[in-house]
Antibody, heavy 120, light 107 residues
Framework: QVQLQESGPGLVKPSQTLSLTCTVS??????????WSWIRQPAGKGLEWIGR???????DYNASLKSRVTISIDTSKNQFSLKLNSVTAADTAVYFC????????????WGQGTLVTVSS | EVVLTQSPATLSLSPGERATLSCRAS??????LAWYQQKPGQAPRLLIY???NRATGIPARFSGSGSGTDFTLTISSLEPEDFAVYYC?????????FGPGTKVDIK
């Protein structure tokens, strides 16, 4: 059973950088043909796909966030990370990490999500 | 960018009734359309992928259909645990996108 767990600060000041890490347990993090994704959800609103990374390090980003987003991976720790810079209140949301099946399908396993609030 | 619209926004039904949820895409997504269920405080749960395939462990009362731009999620007989928000999601085009959701609540 694959499990994902997000971690990171719950409060970030405006104009600073939001940094989150997702730790994956179970499964074969770096050998299976899966991607690892970040998705967010503002309170009471819908889901926004942020981007994904393959174990090789190749990435795909949502163009609307691309200039501010970096997703990286550390296969030795079974972790991948999200950095979002120059944050504003509009970036306040629950951030989810998920496993993306790539050509085989959509995101199937998700973390529980972590709330990040942007406020001074 | 593919825009997904879902209807209705809210569906008020009683346990045992049939629920029919619609998702329409702004351009063809072929059959690369998934459905998720989300309950308050929880992550989305994958129900249906590639328009009509049930994910592992999903009860047979959930079924999906459609292709191109029009898709339907049907819950044949609502159980108490099925009252939730349902999102459609496309992976045919970049960026991947989600619909705004349909809330199924108890009448």
């Amino acid at each position: 059973q694959v499990q994902l767990q997000e971690s990171g600060p719950g409060l970030v000041k405006p104009s600073q950088t939001l940094s989150l890490t997702c730790t994956v347990s179970g499964g074969s993090f770096s050998t299976d043909n899966y991607y690892w994704s970040w998705i967010r959800q503002p309170a009471g609103k819908g889901l926004e796909w942020i981007g994904r990374i393959y174990p090789s390090g190749s990435t795909d980003y949502n163009a609307s966030l691309k200039s501010r987003v970096t997703i990286s991976i550390d296969t030795s720790k079974n972790q991948f990370s999200l950095k979002l810079n120059s944050v504003t209140a509009a970036d306040t949301a629950v951030y989810f990490c998920a496993r993306d099946l790539g050509v085989l399908g959509p995101e199937d396993y998700w973390g529980q999500g972590t709330l990040v609030t942007v406020s001074s | 960018e593919v825009v997904l619209t879902q209807s209705p926004a809210t569906l008020s039904l009683s346990p045992g009734e049939r629920a029919t949820l619609s998702c329409r895409a702004s351009q063809s997504v072929r059959t690369y359309l998934a459905w998720y269920q989300q309950k308050p405080g929880q992550a989305p749960r994958l129900l249906i992928y590639d328009a009509s395939n049930r994910a592992t462990g999903i009860p047979a009362r959930f079924s999906g259909s459609g292709s191109g731009t029009d898709f339907t999620l049907t819950i044949s007989s609502l159980e108490p645990e099925d009252f939730a928000v349902y999102y459609c999601h496309q992976r045919s085009d970049w960026p991947r996108s989600f619909g705004p959701g349909t809330k199924v609540d108890i009448k």
